[in-house]
């Protein structure tokens, strides 16, 4: 098989070229003023002593339970968005669903990963109010983007031998994807669920800054009241909660993706 051939030396040159002019014109439509640009670094050490020198961990029991309300929200949202997106992820992989089928699941998981957590939650606000609920559904609707793209392509690198066995069997559609795909496709869609789960969180906490509730919500109004003492308990809590989060979820989806390696080895 002979190997592609490669780019020619003006190609390469005006893609460099093209590359550096976006790039000059991205700084350029910015208007950063320079002059306050200095003065970063004196701000933030001035904010970081005002957060942290002295926290007021008297806030620290409500910010402890609007941690969970955001921690609940990226549950729920994370649940809602794995039932909707595994039986569409099935229907949207080559071999399971007609062309016509898959080309929409496709193009519908695109459209919802290109539209952020926090557009979906304002449009869904006008139906359920700023609730924590308003907030988990537009987890979930995201994320049923990004699960149904991560799941459609983790099918379409199993191993075809498990599925034209049970075709060969005579299996059906369903047979053959409950049989042959599943338990291949099982371990990386928990591992995928797990790390959904870790984005949830940390975007719980960002759709609390327009009111939907969690530790967000709290962010935002004393952040808005210069109560920086609190702010910093705050934030040392979502950090502390995240990083663990992280840390459970990580040790989980390695355990998970060595057994399935192992399992594959010993088949």
Same mark, same amino acid.
């Given at each position: 098989?002979?190997?592609?051939?490669?780019?020619?030396?003006?190609?390469?040159?005006?893609?460099?070229?093209?590359?550096?002019?976006?790039?000059?014109?991205?700084?350029?439509?910015?208007?950063?003023?320079?002059?306050?640009?200095?003065?970063?670094?004196?701000?933030?050490?001035?904010?970081?002593?005002?957060?942290?020198?002295?926290?007021?961990?008297?806030?620290?029991?409500?910010?402890?339970?609007?941690?969970?309300?955001?921690?609940?929200?990226?549950?729920?949202?994370? +649940?809602? !968005? @794995?039932?909707?997106?595994?039986?569409?992820?099935?229907? #949207?992989?080559? =071999?399971?669903?007609?062309? %016509? *089928?898959?080309?929409?699941?496709?193009?519908?998981?695109?459209?919802?990963?290109?539209?952020?957590?926090?557009?979906?939650?304002?449009?869904?606000?006008?139906?359920?109010?700023?609730?924590?609920?308003?907030?988990?559904?537009?987890?979930? +609707?995201? !994320? @049923?983007?990004?699960?149904?793209?991560?799941?459609?392509? #983790?099918?379409? =690198?199993?191993?075809?031998? %498990? *599925?034209?066995?049970?075709?060969?069997?005579?299996?059906?559609?369903?047979?053959?994807?409950?049989?042959?795909?599943?338990?291949?496709?099982?371990?990386?869609?928990?591992?995928?669920?797990?790390?959904?789960?870790?984005?949830?969180?940390?975007?719980?906490? @960002?759709?609390?800054?327009?009111?939907?509730?969690?530790?967000?919500?709290?962010?935002?109004?004393?952040?808005?009241?210069?109560?920086?003492?609190?702010?910093?308990?705050?934030?040392?809590?979502?950090?502390?909660?995240?990083?663990?989060?992280?840390?459970?979820?990580?040790?989980?989806?390695?355990?998970?993706?060595?057994?399935?390696?192992?399992?594959?080895?010993?088949?």
């Amino acid at each position: 098989m002979s190997l592609p051939a490669r780019p020619s030396r003006l190609v390469r040159r005006l893609l460099v070229v093209a590359v550096t002019a976006v790039v000059v014109l991205a700084f350029w439509s910015v208007e950063i003023s320079w002059g306050r640009l200095a003065d970063l670094p004196s701000e933030v050490v001035r904010y970081l002593w005002l957060m942290f020198s002295a926290p007021d961990w008297s806030a620290l029991p409500e910010a402890l339970w609007q941690t969970w309300r955001s921690v609940a929200m990226a549950w729920l949202g994370t +649940v809602l !968005g @794995v039932l909707i997106a595994t039986p569409l992820s099935l229907w #949207s992989a080559r =071999g399971h669903a007609p062309a %016509p *089928v898959r080309g929409a699941l496709r193009f519908l998981f695109g459209l919802i990963r290109a539209v952020p957590e926090i557009i979906i939650a304002i449009i869904i606000l006008s139906v359920t109010g700023l609730t924590p609920l308003t907030g988990a559904l537009a987890l979930a +609707v995201n !994320g @049923v983007g990004t699960l149904g793209k991560w799941g459609y392509e #983790s099918i379409e =690198g199993i191993d075809r031998g %498990p *599925v034209e066995a049970v075709r060969a069997a005579g299996g059906n559609g369903v047979e053959v994807l409950r049989w042959g795909v599943w338990p291949q496709a099982l371990p990386e869609f928990l591992a995928f669920w797990l790390y959904r789960f870790e984005i949830n969180v940390r975007s719980s906490a @960002v759709l609390g800054l327009i009111g939907v509730g969690g530790i967000g919500d709290m962010l935002t109004s004393y952040t808005q009241y210069r109560q920086w003492s609190v702010v910093g308990v705050l934030l040392i809590v979502v950090v502390v909660v995240t990083v663990a989060i992280d840390a459970v979820s990580g040790a989980l989806r390695r355990r998970i993706m060595e057994g399935a390696r192992v399992r594959a080895v010993e088949s």
